[in-house]
Structures are given as structure tokens and as C-alpha cells.
């Protein structure tokens, strides 16, 4: 009986190769997009859950309240989680990392032998680092690997760079960065092959190897210093919950007094590991993160895909129906009942999406680099080892085929054989009113992806282009990764300004955009700690102002050799209730623990401006200006060259000449600004092309749909042509219906559009304005690609010969 109805499936895919055409083309460009974006889906969700008892591992966050000012941060204060497994007997092991980019080492140049380059991600861990994380290990094993200090444990890449095919264990390389120069010897090199982790790092250094990794030991802060990232596991069957109740007490117990000086308050979170990758909420990650409301878009835009191409197949069917009453008479009359119909009409559907799938998988193989690049991962194409990959295809089969099929097998199963026999069938009304319905559906999708494009598009232009408050165009930046090359800064900061094209060069610890690892809580005489007012600082120099482009509206720039005066933002001024006039001379305060109050002097106030993303409003901030070398390892060069090659030729040359044995690199800051929206940037990317496939799959329908409207009214068509009617009238009759359909759509598409591009737009504390124009610039484009889709098979009835179709029956 199965061979029967393939069989028949078979013969009619055969007999009407256009409907199948279509129907296979569709589904299988809905199956390819459908199946890559839950590949995608899965493999974001898929971090960090290779180590040994996952669920019990947990990372230790903190929540900041300080007076104007909160933070959410996915680190906390170095001695905490020792003091955790000290108290709490439920805590099996701890561990923390610091990353040496967190302060002021974003980089490290390894050398071994006659080999050198820099390397990022140098992360400071406590010899139980490999207890809790489980990393596979090509060389060396986890076993105290860390215990001694300076030892290190390096990710393959790294190794293959420095070492090649020797085996690194126990080779001794050097390590040069902000905190000094120092040997350090291989215990290990390991890969992700075990799984994707979100806590990274290229270089794994044991904490008492001098640097932060001392510092992070002997620290002994409950308030402020929350930069180590803290791990702790729980014993079996121990409850988050009820430890998480318990830290409060526990907090004050030991940081009361500390927080209280600070004007602090705190609070502790327990965040499972394996959800790390799919949280967006903090300010800084070890290294990036998803946001999961984006995740539920993409898997959404996969359902509506694959619906669209269904709804293709539904359409194409039941229209067809006429072609196959007869059959199903028959069929009915030799004793076929409605469930072998069903059965049957079902058996095609499957058979279309199985063909669909056969089609998607070689194509997704094929344009895999592209997606991948799309969507910035390495997704892999595991088709003979990946039971998850073919557990997907048989979902998708089943749902596609079932979802497809169902309306029109329990349709034409209906009908009755009798009048079916006897030629009375007619095309239900209920099933046309269902044809056009879906019709409406596909374009209420089309045109919310279409909305949806257009005002992200506008959003991402209004980010690119709106006036930051300084200027990041034709700005060179240079950085200082170790401490020989920061010993050369001022020369070979004095040697750029020897050059024509170069108007500024500023020296900084950190430049705009970047994210800023410095705060000070100050306040104003007659105040104290609990009333500080939580500032972001970068310390400089005197050339600040002028290198980027920053206006001043009160007070005096800095001067040379202005030790103890600060620049403060609008935001600051008002916030310490400063008014422009009254802050230039203002003291500000600060102390911290037990250390001595100390103040500096305003010496101007800036207008604001955004020195960080625009997904969040400026905050209270100061530039600080030091004039210690040991201070800066960045440079901020304004040019004024639009011959870049030439510039950099000459800054290289100046370069080698100053540091002769370090790398040359360098950035430009427009760049690094426009980084900031890389999660947007690669939505919009990933929107616009996921976009396109459902408008060709829905076009594709229309089609189909176009064509069988006019072979339908193709006497209707004879008989006007003879009687007078123009081209222009035929492709005019034939297309009204379509283009109802579509302004039906875009009425029902509106408001969902602007609910959810509005949600999306509350994300940045900068956004464009809803417009008009947009909604309607999205029906307009729908309008047409429905117009341009249906004209097509509209002229081609309009200019046939009336002859043919009036002379048969």
C-alpha cells in the first residue's frame, strides 16, 4: 500500500512539474534557512556544558547600588569566594580569573626562542581553575598544572604559533606585558574539543605569579575592587537557592564596615555557568555574550520561514483541487476510504519536504562559510556524526510535511464522490477564502521583516552618524603593551609630532569607547563617602581635549604639569550640584577604606559627550591628568591625511626606530566605536538576509498562485480580448485581487511592526523616533514585489492568443 502511495506521489510531482517546482524550490529554501538558524540556536546554547557537574557550578555576580549610580557585574571582590568556602560547607571548590586586559595589559608579547608576537586574553586563575572547568588536554594534564608560580597553560593555537609540532610541556617562553617581564614555564596546552566555553583565555597563568595575580591574593576589599571573576561548585545535592538566601548576612558579616565608607551598598548572585553565554545583562564579559531575546528572534524568524513555505504547498493544493477531484472520486467509487485519502495526500507532503530536505542539506554545506561569516561563528556541518543534526532533519520532515499537508489532505479527502463523478464540483468558497488568508498571513510576515529591516537600518545610521559629543574620525590610536615599549612612549610620542600630517598626540590609559575599568566615588566639601557621587575617570594629559575633539563650556583646559586637577562632564557637575560658573576651583573628595581623604581640583567642565555604547545614557565621568610616564600605555593621534598608506609608512618607520623589537600596530578609533554595535550590526546582517528568503519563498507562492488564477480564467480572458480589452485592463484584472491581499496585509502588519520594533528600540538610551514613512515605505516595497511577482504571469495570459483558449472545450 506504501509503495502504492509513493508511487502515485511520485507520477503527480511528475505530471505537474511547475506546482512541484515551486513547493520543492520553497520548502527547500525555508528547510536550509530553518535548519542553519537552529544549528546557530544550538550552538550558542550548547556553552559550557562539557565540565564535570555543571549544574552545580555557579558564578558569583554582584549588584552595586551607589549614590546616583548602579552597576551589574558578573565579578565581585577578590576575597570573597575564599571566605564563601571557608563558611559555607555546601562549597566544594572555588576559583577565579582575571584578566590582565581588565588592567591595562590588553596585551602580552610571548617570546620563545627567535620567535615573538603579541597575544590577547592573558587571564590570572587559581591553581583549582582545571578542578572546575574541564578543558581537554592535548599535551600536559590538569593535575596541579598551576600549583607553581609561573607556570602557564596555553590554548593549542598559541602553542602551534610558538612551538610548531614540538611538545611545549616543560619549555620555558617569556611573557612581557604592563606588569613586568618574567620566564614562565609550559604545563599544558589545551582546545575547546571537549566544548565551547564562554570562559576564554588564550594564555592560563597561576594567580601567584607575581602582577594582579599577587595582588588578586593579598586583596582583601569587600566593597569596592569586584574585578575577579568568581567560580564556586556545590557539593551534590546542595541547594543555590537556600546559599544564595544566606549571603546577605554573610556579606555584612565581613564588609559592612568597608561599604559603609565607601557610601556602598551590595548585593551577591548565584549564576549557573552554563547560562553565561545566553545572558546579555552585565557590563563586562570574559568574552561575548548572546542576548537570548535575540536567540527567540532568530528561532521565530526560522518558524515563519518554514510557514511561509507550508503555506505555499496549502495554497498550491487546495487551488489544484479541481485537477484532482476526479481522482479522488474514483478512488472514493473502487472503495478508498477518507483515511487512506488522508494518508495518501499526507504520504505527498512528506515525500515533498523529505525532497525539500535532500536539496537543503548539500545547498547548506555549500553556503555554510557565508552564513558562518553572516552570523560571526563556526557552525560545522557534522552530518555523520551529529545524532542532533538528523534528529533535526526527521523534526523538520514530520512538522513540514505534516503542517503542509494537513489542510489540503483533509480538504480533498471531503469531497463527494457522487458529484465529483458527475461534474458538479466547483472550488469550495471556504477553501479560496482559506487560500487568500494565508495568502494575507505570508505578507503580514513579509512586511514585519521588511518594517523591521528599515528601522533597524535607520537606527544603526542614526548610531553611525550621531554626534558623540567628540570627534572619532581621522584618529590614530596606539597601544603599549608592555612595560619596555611604555618606557619609549613620551619619545615616541614626541617624534609623531615632529610630523606634518599629525595635529595631537594625546597619552591616556585608556581611549574612548573603550570600556573604562576606573571609578572614584568624589563629593564636595561640607559632603562624605555616602553622598559621593560614583565617577568614571581615564587619567591623560594636557593635549586630551584637542586629540578628540571635546568641547570645554566652563572653566580652563588643563596645562602642563597640572598635577591634581581634573575635567568633569556636564553629567558630574550636576550631579554634585555644581553650576557652570561655581566649578571651576571646586575641591573634590575621596577616600577609600583606610586610606587618607584626598581631594582633587576642577579645573573645567566639559560639555558631555559619549564616551561609551549609546545603549546606555552618560554617566558621571572625569579625565585626570598625571604626568608620570609610568601612567599611559595608549596614544591618541589626530591627523590630517587622508593619505593613510603614506602616514602610517612614515609612523612605522618612526616606530621601529624608537622600539625596533616590538610589533607594530595601531587602530583607528572610528573603528573601535563602531564595534561597540557589533551585536546590532550582525542582527541586522542576519535580519536582512533571512528577510530576503522569506520574500522570494512568499513570491515564489504568489507565483505559483498568479498562474493558477489565470489558467483558471483563461476563456474569461479569451472572450475579453475579443471583445475590445487592452493588455493594460487584463494585467489590471488579473493582479487587483493579489494587490487587495497585500493592503490587507499591511493594515494587519503595522501595529505588530511598530510593538516590536518599539521593544527593540528601548534598548539603546539613544534611539530614532517611529515615523510614518517607515511603515509605509515597507508596505510600498511589498506592494511592488507582490505587483512585479503577479504581473508577470498576468501579462504573459494578457498577450496569449485567444484563439487557443476559446476554441477547446
Not at 543534526?389 to 489540503?408: D, E, N, Q, R
Not at 582633587?600 to 545603549?615: C, I, R, T
Not at 528568503?693 to 476563456?715: D, T, V, Y
Request: charged share 20%; proline share 3%; glycine share 6%.
Amino acid at each position: 500500500m506504501f509503495k502504492s502511495y509513493f508511487k502515485t506521489a511520485f507520477r503527480f510531482l511528475l505530471k505537474n512539474k511547475t506546482f512541484s517546482f515551486i513547493n520543492i524550490i520553497g520548502l527547500a529554501t525555508g528547510t536550509l534557512c530553518c535548519l542553519y538558524i537552529l544549528l546557530y540556536v544550538q550552538d550558542q546554547y550548547s556553552y559550557d556544558k562539557q565540565h564535570k557537574n555543571v549544574n552545580d557550578v555557579y558564578r558569583v555576580t554582584t549588584t552595586l547600588q551607589l549614590p546616583g549610580d548602579n552597576h551589574k557585574n558578573s565579578t565581585c571582590s577578590p576575597p570573597i569566594v575564599p571566605a564563601m568556602k571557608h563558611d559555607f560547607a555546601e562549597i566544594e571548590q572555588y576559583t577565579r580569573a582575571v584578566p590582565a586586559e581588565n588592567f591595562g595589559a590588553p596585551k602580552t608579547l610571548l617570546t620563545y626562542k627567535e620567535k615573538s608576537f603579541y597575544e590577547k586574553d592573558l587571564v590570572y586563575v587559581d591553581s583549582t581553575f582545571f578542578d572546575i572547568f574541564n578543558y581537554h588536554f592535548a599535551n600536559g594534564t590538569p593535575v596541579k598544572c598551576l600549583n607553581e608560580p609561573y607556570t602557564v597553560v596555553l590554548v593549542k593555537a598559541v602553542a602551534i604559533k610558538l612551538f610548531g609540532n614540538e611538545d611545549p610541556v616543560g619549555k620555558v617562553i617569556t611573557l612581557n606585558n604592563g606588569f613586568g617581564r618574567h620566564d614562565f614555564k609550559v604545563n599544558g596546552v589545551i582546545d575547546e574539543s571537549l566544548g565551547k566555553t564562554n570562559i576564554k583565555g588564550s594564555i592560563f597563568i597561576a594567580m601567584n605569579s607575581g602582577g594582579m595575580g599577587d595582588y588578586t591574593m593579598k586583596d582583601q576589599d569587600w566593597g569596592g575592587n569586584n574585578f575577579t571573576y568568581s567560580f564556586i561548585r556545590l557539593r551534590p545535592g546542595a541547594s543555590a537557592a537556600l546559599l544564595e538566601s544566606k549571603l546577605p548576612s554573610f556579606l555584612n558579616k565581613y564588609g559592612a564596615q568597608q561599604m559603609k565608607a565607601i557610601g556602598m551598598t551590595k548585593q551577591l548572585h548565584l549564576q549557573p555557568v552554563r547560562g553565561i553565554h545566553t545572558t546579555s545583562d552585565y557590563e563586562v564579559e570574559m568574552s561575548k555574550t548572546v542576548s537570548p531575546s535575540f536567540l527567540n528572534i532568530l528561532l521565530l524568524i526560522a518558524i515563519l520561514i518554514q510557514v511561509i513555505a507550508c503555506i505555499n504547498f496549502m495554497n498550491l493544493s487546495t487551488a489544484r483541487a479541481s485537477k484532482r477531484a476526479k481522482e479522488v472520486g474514483v478512488r472514493k467509487v473502487i472503495g478508498a476510504g477518507k483515511f487512506d485519502l488522508i494518508k495518501q495526500f499526507l504520504g505527498e507532503s512528506f515525500l515533498l519536504a523529505f525532497i525539500g530536505v535532500i536539496i537543503a542539506l548539500p545547498l547548506l554545506w555549500l553556503l555554510l562559510p557565508y552564513l558562518n561569516q553572516l552570523t560571526q561563528s563556526d557552525i560545522q556541518l557534522s552530518i555523520f556524526t551529529d545524532y542532533r543534526l538528523w534528529l533535526m532533519l526527521m523534526v523538520l520532515i514530520l512538522i513540514t510535511g505534516f503542517v503542509a499537508g494537513s489542510y489540503p489532505a483533509f480538504y480533498l479527502s471531503a469531497f463527494k464522490a457522487v458529484k465529483v463523478i458527475k461534474g458538479n464540483f466547483s472550488n469550495q468558497v471556504s477553501a479560496a477564502g482559506i487560500r487568500r488568508s494565508l495568502v494575507v498571513f505570508q505578507f503580514v510576515l513579509s512586511i514585519v521583516l521588511i518594517t523591521g529591516i528599515i528601522i533597524i537600518y535607520s537606527q544603526l545610521s542614526y548610531i553611525k552618524n550621531k554626534d558623540l559629543g567628540f570627534d572619532k574620525n581621522q584618529k590614530l590610536v596606539f597601544s603599549f603593551y608592555t612595560s619596555d615599549t611604555q618606557k619609549q612612549l613620551d619619545a615616541y610620542a614626541n617624534d609623531l609630532r615632529q610630523l606634518a600630517e599629525v595635529k595631537v598626540v594625546s597619552k591616556s590609559d585608556n581611549y574612548l569607547s573603550q570600556f573604562v575599568p576606573h571609578d572614584h566615588g568624589v563629593y564636595p566639601a561640607g559632603g562624605n563617602m555616602t553622598t559621593a557621587i560614583d565617577a568614571q575617570n581615564i587619567i591623560t594629559d594636557e593635549n586630551v581635549l584637542k586629540a578628540n575633539g571635546i568641547k570645554l563650556i566652563s572653566g580652563r583646559n588643563f596645562r602642563l604639569n597640572d598635577t591634581g586637577k581634573v575635567l568633569i562632564n556636564e553629567t558630574l557637575a550636576k550631579r554634585l550640584g555644581l553650576t557652570l560658573d561655581k566649578a571651576p576651583g571646586t575641591r573634590l573628595y575621596t577616600q577609600y577604606g583606610n586610606n587618607p581623604l584626598t581631594f582633587v581640583e576642577v579645573a573645567g567642565v566639559m560639555k558631555d559627550f559619549n564616551y561609551n555604547s549609546l545603549h546606555a545614557d552618560i554617566k558621571a565621568f572625569m579625565f585626570v591628568y598625571d604626568n608620570n610616564p609610568g601612567s599611559f600605555n595608549d596614544l591618541v593621534v589626530s591627523v590630517n591625511s587622508k593619505n593613510y598608506k603614506e602616514l602610517l609608512s612614515k609612523i612605522e618607520a618612526i616606530w621601529h626606530k624608537d622600539m625596533p623589537s616590538t610589533p607594530f600596530e595601531y587602530l583607528f578609533l572610528d573603528q573601535e566605536v563602531q564595534k561597540q554595535y557589533e551585536a546590532e550590526i550582525t542582527m541586522s546582517q542576519i535580519i536582512n538576509s533571512f528577510t530576503l528568503m522569506a520574500i522570494l519563498i512568499s513570491c515564489l507562492g504568489l507565483f505559483g498562485l498568479a498562474a493558477f488564477s489565470a489558467e483558471q480564467r483563461n476563456k474569461e480572458i479569451g472572450i475579453r480580448k475579443v471583445l475590445g480589452a487592452s493588455v493594460s485592463g487584463i494585467v489590471q484584472l488579473l493582479s487587483k485581487d493579489f494587490l487587495q491581499l497585500v493592503l490587507i496585509s499591511f493594515v494587519i502588519a503595522t501595529p505588530i511592526a511598530w510593538y516590536a520594533m518599539n521593544k527593540w528600540l528601548q534598548a539603546f538610551a539613544y534611539r530614532i523616533s517611529l515615523s510614518w514613512w517607515m511603515f509605509a515605505l515597507a508596505g510600498v516595497i511589498a506592494v511592488f514585489i507582490a505587483l512585479f511577482t503577479v504581473s508577470f504571469q498576468a501579462i504573459k495570459a494578457a498577450l496569449s492568443n485567444p484563439i487557443k483558449s476559446l476554441k477547446t472545450e
